[in-house]
């Protein structure tokens, strides 16, 4: 299957508005059916406070909390993929 991670850019854009010391945190969603990409804010890092979806297909992708290309989130997706053995 080909993808093309909609919404990739607007994640990357959203990024930038991370401080560069690393304070904030948005985690790293992925809808493997729709092919959608999004980030959530996040309180803290711990894993306590990740966002869990009632859609299997909607995946955790991991935390970020600096500034991120596309190249460098849609890296950390497909391994995020490839760890849940998802093609």
Not at 7 to 14: H, P, Y
Not at 23 to 50: F, G, I, M
């Amino acid at each position: 299957m080909e993808r093309n991670y909609e919404g990739l850019a607007d994640a990357a854009i959203a990024t930038r508005e991370l401080d560069v010391y690393g304070e904030e945190h948005v985690q790293l969603n992925y809808d493997t059916v729709n092919d959608r990409v999004w980030l959530d804010r996040l309180d803290s890092p711990s894993r306590k406070s990740a966002i869990v979806y009632d859609d299997k297909n909607i995946i955790n992708c991991g935390i970020l909390s600096h500034p991120s290309t596309r190249a460098e989130i849609r890296a950390q997706i497909e391994m995020a993929l490839r760890d849940l053995g998802i093609n």
